[in-house]
């Protein structure tokens, strides 16, 4: 089976989420600049929400990588909302791909809110999250 790992972290929240991620996988963290090179069958998508929305760099990610993806599982931080996952299913629907309905999401630090968020307590949850998913 195979995996990868894409991020896209403005501040280090969903970076973090990504390399926790890698440190159980075969795959590396990378950024969603670096286009899939073959076939996954599983991408972790770990992502975060700006200005309620997800950033223009997920969406072109994912509109330029669709031959490449078997199934997303979405792993988001936010400091408000509860996740993107609706918001990239619905994007994964407009381009053919599968979402897990599986999904990790916790809060993430912004400004005075969440300091130290994603914590040890949230890297290991999604260490253990993503060992689920690979069964
Ligand atoms: C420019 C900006 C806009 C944000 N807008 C929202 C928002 O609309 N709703 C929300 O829940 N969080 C919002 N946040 C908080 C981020 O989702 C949160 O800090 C997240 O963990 C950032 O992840 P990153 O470090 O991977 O970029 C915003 C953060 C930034 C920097």
Not at 42 to 57: H, K, Q, R, T
Request: charged share 25%.
């Amino acid at each position: 089976m195979r995996i990868a790992v894409r991020y896209y972290s403005k501040t280090g929240n969903a970076k973090k989420l990504a390399e926790a991620i890698a440190d159980e996988t075969s795959a590396k963290a990378l950024p969603v600049s670096e286009p899939l090179t073959e076939y996954t069958d599983i991408l972790f998508l770990c992502n975060s929400v700006y200005w309620v929305g997800v950033d223009g760099n997920v969406k072109k990610f994912i509109a330029e990588n669709k031959e490449k993806i078997g199934k997303i599982v979405n792993v988001s931080t936010a400091a408000l909302i509860e996740s993107s996952y609706a918001q990239i299913k619905k994007l994964c629907e407009q381009s053919g791909i599968s979402v897990s309905a599986d999904e990790f999401h916790c809060k993430g630090s912004f400004q005075m809110m969440h300091k130290g968020k994603p914590d040890n307590h949230d890297i290991q949850a999604v260490k253990t999250f993503a060992k689920k998913i690979m069964g």
